[in-house]
């Protein structure tokens, strides 16, 4: 496997040259596996995070909608009793 253009005066040389190259691309291998470990790390706590976020919304959502409710109950129970035949 020769690289194009590339000549080498000896055969250490050219196996300096190859092993030098493979532990340049091992070490850019091994800093994106880190780097790989440390986004899936904050993108497991960005998605807690976001858990816990909608889990507040939707409990208040619920509160809302029983709040609703029960307002909406209590002005029937206003309008009934307000509007006894006879008075205005």
Not at 57 to 66: A, G
Request: hydrophobic share 25%.
């Amino acid at each position: 496997m020769e690289d194009s253009g590339k000549t080498f005066e000896s055969e250490e040389e050219e196996t300096n040259y190859w092993r030098d190259l493979a532990m340049t691309y091992k070490q850019r291998a091994e800093n994106t596996q880190e780097e790989l470990r440390e986004f899936q790390e904050g993108s497991r706590e960005y998605e807690a995070e976001l858990e816990a976020q909608l889990q507040q919304i939707e409990t208040r959502n619920r509160d809302l909608l029983s709040e609703n409710n029960r307002l909406r109950m209590e002005l029937e129970s206003v309008k009934s009793h307000n509007h006894v035949p006879g008075r205005l």
